[in-house]
């Protein structure tokens, strides 16, 4: 399990006993509370725990089933006919959904000829689904899954390699960029033509359920698809199709921003990273392949399970901002600002209610993301619709909790596809809409870089 169950209240007691000490940047009844990540559920953990701990400010009940839903998300699959968690495969991509997300954290992007084990490829071919969705790709799908039950061959491998791009800032100090390259091999079938790949790094988990309850108006309201205020941003929503209100909505995670809610996001992951079938999604991720076991069974998770594990992230903690009163964080953050950076980063959303758990409701949050698809440019384009966003663009990542990567995981990759190895590479890959800010970051001295860069080091 992600988060050590027996421990729970060992950690937590110590936790309070933080966030109640007279230091300014960690008591929550101090006059600036922007440090608070997330609201009454910011946590004050700078450890390897920092994602995995239940938000603060939870109901009894709320922590009893939050606690339930961490034995859920950390849950092993195995083959049929396990008398219980049987089900995995087919195909699949991994065993269970803490594999993918190690701590509750990010993935790691995998090293050359190494196996991918929390990085994923999407695929398609041209043209949309019924609902307006990417066409999954004949033979394999709308996700590539290279591991296959015993007895069963595998769509694919996957290699992977690394093309390095070297430059320099504009006071002479070098920097050098890994671009990576995916290459199908040994394939049981034919790769369809036109096939469309897109990678995936697993994102964290937690503050979840707090960007599920930010109100839709207010996300559309931060949106310019025209650019009518001329500052070369425009931001858009993405509009997807739920499966569990069979209507067209917002869309909100994903790297794209291709899905509504939480619910449906971890019953699509159990049936496309592990094939396990739900009500939600209850046909197996290799139907109509010759790998399909075509059994028409029940479903072999329930929706009330994947509803507890949806209530497992919904519930997560966020890990407060650390040293906001340190000079050089309030300098960095003065830069992150003025070179345009908050202009998609979005330091402020305020939640409504939600509709599962109240803890979640009426918050302030300080996510930095806006939620809304941008243009990337070329540089960071996969090339591969998914509902309204086009090939170049991406929804904002949230920004919080992200300079503690690399002490919860050990593994400081970023992007959509793990390319960047520090905060530093990820910025010079912006482009297109972020071109701008871009530029505004090389341009500054090697003081002021690394200046803004301990500020996302606090966050």
Wanted: charged share 20%.
């Amino acid at each position: 399990m992600s988060s050590f169950v027996p421990q729970i209240a060992l950690i937590l007691t110590g936790t309070f006993l933080f966030s109640c000490s007279d230091d300014p940047q960690t008591d929550p009844s101090a006059e600036n509370t922007d440090h608070l990540s997330g609201g009454e559920t910011t946590i004050f953990d700078a450890t390897s725990h920092a994602f995995s701990l239940p938000a603060p400010n939870l109901s009894a009940a709320s922590l009893s089933r939050h606690i339930d839903g961490d034995a859920a998300f950390g849950q092993h699959f195995v083959t049929a006919p396990a008398e219980v968690f049987g089900g995995l495969g087919p195909l699949y991509n991994n065993t269970s959904c803490q594999n993918c997300h190690v701590r509750d954290g990010r993935g790691k992007a995998p090293a050359p000829g190494e196996q991918l084990t929390s990085l994923l490829l999407r695929a398609s071919v041209a043209g949309s689904s019924d609902h307006g969705g990417p066409v999954g790709a004949p033979g394999f799908g709308g996700q590539i899954q290279p591991k296959a039950t015993a007895g069963i061959q595998p769509e694919t491998e996957i290699q992977v390699s690394y093309e390095l791009i070297s430059g320099s800032y504009p006071d002479g100090t070098g920097w050098q960029l890994r671009k990576p390259v995916f290459t199908l091999v040994n394939s049981y079938t034919g790769i369809p033509a036109g096939m469309m790949l897109s990678p995936r790094l697993s994102p964290p988990v937690f503050g979840l359920g707090l960007l599920e309850a930010v109100p839709s108006s207010e996300i559309i309201g931060r949106s310019d698809p025209d650019d009518l205020n001329q500052d070369g941003i425009s931001g858009r929503p993405n509009y997807v199709w739920d499966v569990i209100s069979q209507s067209v909505q917002l869309g909100r995670f994903g790297w794209k921003a291709n899905t509504p809610n939480l619910l449906q996001q971890t019953a699509n992951a159990f049936q496309e990273d592990m094939g396990i079938t739900s009500p939600f999604f209850p046909k197996e991720n290799s139907y109509g392949q010759p790998q399909d076991s075509k059994l028409d069974d029940d479903p072999e998770i329930t929706g009330d399970y994947a509803d507890l594990t949806a209530f497992y992230v919904r519930t997560l903690a966020v890990p407060a901002q650390r040293n906001p009163g340190d000079p050089q964080v309030v300098k960095g953050k003065d830069l992150f600002n003025s070179a345009g950076c908050k202009s998609c980063h979005t330091p402020q959303l305020k939640t409504g209610l939600h509709p599962v758990v109240s803890e979640l409701s009426n918050q302030t949050i300080h996510p930095y993301t806006d939620l809304l698809l941008h243009d990337m440019g070329e540089d960071l384009a996969d090339g591969r619709p998914d509902y309204l966003a086009t090939g170049s663009e991406w929804r904002t990542p949230p920004l919080w909790g992200i300079g503690l990567t690399e002490v919860v995981t050990g593994t400081p990759y970023y992007l959509h596809d793990g390319r960047a190895r520090s905060l530093e590479e990820a910025i010079l890959w912006h482009g297109g809409e972020a071109e701008k800010s871009k530029e505004n970051f090389k341009k500054l001295s090697k003081v002021e870089r690394d200046q803004l860069l301990t500020f996302l080091k606090s966050l």
